[in-house]
């Protein structure tokens, strides 16, 4: 919602509470109301459509045009509308919604002119801030310049070629038609013609001595000064006359409140019938002088002021006209619809096409010319390439898709099977039955070389099954005892316990004890992995995870998508329009009642109506009415002193946001 709208918003329901219980007190001698007459009916119907109590949307110009021309206000040719009082009353409140609308859509116009102005007059600070800029400036309108000046000689050559052919045509006459006058006669006019042309560039070139004297980068920077000047005064008129319209147009006082002494709509009186039709005159020589940039500030705002005092359409100078006061106001604004506002617009455009910067056609067409002669060679180079590009296309897509399944969907899919605790996903470095496997070997060698020697286990000459089940549980728990005393003994004479003895044996079961040992190590180690197996999966996962995130990241970048970019960049442009509103409130020339000028208010208007779209999209809902009131307070003329405290109050509540 835009301020515009909250005061054409304002302004309708301030009309709403017109009091019509007066009409019920005329005596006798007037008409009854009918409140089911088809005019009656017919006015309540278009005082209903341009009402915005109930609408979001204010009314467009087209549409309203539309409504005052289907309303009855308008006497036929010849003849005559006769009225009640309460259907005048219903005229008049017509007309004056048609006025709020009106001024609604004025304003909005005003502001849609202003605010690009700005982008105007920064383009031409680059474009004399750096001598490169300026130099740039120079190649991008040599074409344009030199096609003016073209332009110029060659009107300037016609002319003088029309007085002399109209001058020698008695001569030519007297000529006579043999083939050698022909030819002296065109070969005279040829050199004639040639002498034109070359006088008229003499002549140019004298009148533009300056740019004889001034390089080209200077002109160009002369120009884009003076282009700049036109267009920061046109910004100050515009601004004065959009601050003449908020202060002064359709000022009925009061504040929506029942109990305003001030409020011309809840008075006795119908002054506020006068307002309307002084705001219509108002904006009527707004639009009208608005774009005079040849005269300053305060002659304007004279200018309009005075106009709309001695305008001849008012009540108070028109009191013996004929036709209804509602119709001449409905009049007046149809011509402010169909011929001035449109006017007001299409000169205000040419303004700006003129001294603005150039378009993009100017500004770009040295790279499209260059594009354009390289494109035979571009595309020669990308079909000779053909097969290379599609070939680097294809390896790219199987990069990408072996990137995303090798290093993003496995790892994830292990993850999550770690984390279900699936018993297939545990990593090993061994095989899990592979330990049981050679314990078991181990004890069934055990067992064997101690039935097959007992007396080395034992020191008996058998063995029961209770010793034979305590060797099986030592075994378990890594005690070879008899294979070591087999070994002992055998050791002392290794020749003979090698032919006669057991001592390979022994050696060969301490070997597949060994082997036993090392995997009871790598089995602790397989544990210890196996504990820590989610964290090596995240590890893995992690490399992954963050290359996909910075490539979106960039992707999301280069495409504009990021949305917490696109606010931190509002609320940058934020913070730029509260230093332009403390720039306006602190350089401000007050009046003496310590007051904004219309000029200084204007420009404050239009900061205030950027802040509130782009703060529309920061803040949240319920901080963004807070946000709206304090803004209100900054707009309206309460003081200087008072709209300093507001912007200091909005700088420290909303920072949060606005940083």
């Known amino acids: 919602m835009s301020l515009v709208a909250d005061q054409v918003r304002r302004l309708d329901a301030q009309l709403d509470r017109i009091p019509f219980g007066h009409l019920t007190s005329y005596d006798a001698t007037q008409s009854p109301i009918d409140l089911d007459s088809p005019r009656v009916k017919d006015l309540s119907k278009v005082i209903k459509s341009l009402s915005t109590t109930g609408s979001q949307k204010a009314l467009t110009a087209w549409q309203l045009h539309s409504l005052l021309t289907q309303s009855s206000l308008f006497p036929e040719p010849g003849g005559e509308i006769s009225?009640?009082?309460?259907?005048?009353?219903?005229?008049?409140?017509?007309?004056?919604?048609?006025?709020?609308?009106?001024?609604?859509?004025?304003?909005?116009?005003?502001?849609?002119?202003?605010?690009?102005?700005?982008?105007?007059?920064?383009?031409?600070?680059?474009?004399?801030?750096?001598?490169?800029?300026?130099?740039i400036y120079m190649v991008q309108t040599s074409p344009v310049r030199l096609w003016a000046r073209s332009r110029e000689i060659y009107t300037d050559s016609k002319a003088k070629l029309q007085q002399y052919t109209s001058g020698a045509s008695a001569t030519d006459s007297e000529v006579?038609?043999?083939?050698?006058?022909?030819?002296?006669?065109?070969?005279?006019?040829?050199?004639?013609?040639?002498?034109?042309?070359?006088?008229?560039?003499?002549?140019?070139?004298?009148?533009?001595?300056?740019?004889?004297?001034?390089?080209?980068?200077?002109?160009?920077?002369?120009?884009?000064?003076?282009?700049?000047?036109?267009?920061?005064?046109?910004?100050?008129?515009?601004?004065?006359?959009?601050?003449?319209?908020?202060?002064?147009?359709?000022?009925?006082?009061?504040?929506?409140?029942?109990?305003?002494?001030?409020?011309?709509?809840?008075?006795?009186?119908?002054?506020?019938?006068?307002?309307?039709?002084?705001?219509?005159?108002?904006?009527?020589?707004?639009?009208?002088?608005?774009?005079?940039?040849?005269?300053?500030?305060?002659?304007?705002?004279?200018?309009?002021?005075?106009?709309?005092?001695?305008?001849?359409?008012?009540?108070?100078?028109?009191?013996?006209?004929?036709?209804?006061?509602?119709?001449?106001?409905?009049?007046?604004?149809?011509?402010?619809?169909e011929m001035h506002l449109p006017g007001h617009v299409e000169a205000a455009e040419k303004m700006v096409a003129e001294n603005g910067r150039p378009s993009r056609l100017v500004r770009y067409w040295l790279?499209?010319?260059?594009?354009?002669?390289?494109?035979?060679?571009?595309?020669?180079?990308?079909?000779?390439?053909?097969?290379e590009i599609l070939h680097w296309i294809r390896d790219l897509g199987v990069t990408v898709r072996d990137f995303w399944f090798n290093w993003v969907i496995d790892p994830v899919r292990k993850v999550v099977s770690t984390i279900r605790h699936d018993a297939n996903s545990e990593i090993a470095i061994m095989s899990r039955d592979s330990l049981q496997a050679d314990r078991d070997s181990l004890e069934r060698m055990v067992v064997d070389f101690a039935l097959d020697n007992p007396s080395s286990a034992t020191g008996?000459?058998?063995?029961?099954?209770?010793?034979?089940?305590?060797?099986?549980a030592k075994v378990?728990?890594?005690?070879?005892?008899?294979?070591?005393?087999?070994?002992?003994?055998?050791?002392?004479?290794?020749?003979?316990?090698?032919?006669?003895?057991?001592?390979?044996?022994?050696?060969?079961?301490?070997?597949?004890?060994?082997?036993?040992?090392?995997?009871?190590?790598m089995t602790g180690i397989d544990t210890l992995l196996k504990s820590q197996e989610l964290v090596f999966g995240l590890v893995g996962l992690t490399p992954g995870?963050?290359?996909?995130?910075?490539?979106?990241?960039?992707?999301?970048?280069?495409?504009?998508?990021?949305?917490?970019?696109?606010?931190?960049?509002?609320?940058?442009?934020c913070v730029r329009v509260l230093r332009n509103i403390d720039r306006i409130l602190s350089e401000a020339t007050p009046s003496p009642n310590n007051l904004l000028s219309y000029k200084d208010h204007g420009l404050l208007i239009c900061e205030v109506h950027v802040l509130r779209r782009l703060a529309h999209s920061i803040l949240p809902a319920d901080i963004e009415k807070d946000f709206l009131e304090d803004l209100d307070d900054l707009a309206n003329l309460k003081g200087i002193q008072s709209q300093l405290r507001a912007l200091d109050r909005i700088r420290w509540a909303y920072s949060k946001w606005l940083r």
């Open 83 to 135: 009225a009640t009082q309460y259907e005048t009353e219903l005229e008049w409140l017509l007309v004056s919604k048609a006025t709020v609308q009106t001024y609604g859509i004025i304003l909005d116009t005003l502001l849609d002119q202003i605010i690009p102005l700005s982008d105007h007059i920064w383009y031409w600070d680059d474009v004399l801030s750096s001598p490169t800029y300026s130099s």
């Open 545 to 573: 995870i963050l290359v996909s995130f910075g490539v979106v990241q960039y992707l999301r970048g280069v495409l504009g998508g990021r949305k917490g970019f696109r606010e931190n960049r509002r609320a940058g442009k």
């Open 367 to 387: 790279p499209a010319t260059i594009l354009v002669f390289s494109s035979t060679t571009i595309l020669r180079i990308l079909v000779n390439k053909k097969q």
């Open 176 to 337: 006579g038609a043999n083939t050698t006058s022909i030819q002296a006669g065109i070969s005279q006019r040829w050199s004639q013609f040639y002498h034109i042309v070359r006088e008229s560039i003499h002549e140019k070139s004298l009148a533009n001595v300056q740019k004889k004297i001034l390089s080209p980068v200077a002109l160009c920077r002369a120009e884009a000064r003076r282009k700049q000047s036109k267009l920061k005064k046109l910004r100050e008129m515009t601004s004065s006359g959009l601050g003449v319209l908020i202060d002064e147009g359709l000022a009925f006082g009061g504040n929506g409140s029942d109990d305003g002494k001030s409020d011309l709509i809840l008075s006795n009186n119908q002054e506020w019938k006068g307002v309307v039709e002084r705001s219509v005159a108002l904006m009527d020589m707004v639009l009208k002088d608005v774009l005079t940039l040849n005269v300053g500030v305060a002659d304007f705002e004279d200018r309009v002021f005075a106009g709309v005092e001695e305008d001849p359409e008012l009540s108070i100078q028109a009191e013996e006209d004929e036709i209804p006061r509602p119709a001449v106001v409905a009049r007046r604004l149809l011509d402010l619809l």
């Open 476 to 521: 378990r728990e890594g005690d070879v005892t008899p294979i070591l005393r087999a070994y002992e003994k055998d050791l002392r004479s290794p020749l003979k316990g090698t032919v006669r003895g057991d001592l390979v044996r022994t050696l060969l079961i301490q070997v597949q004890k060994t082997k036993v040992d090392i995997e009871v190590a």
């Open 460 to 472: 008996a000459s058998s063995i029961s099954e209770s010793q034979v089940a305590d060797i099986r």
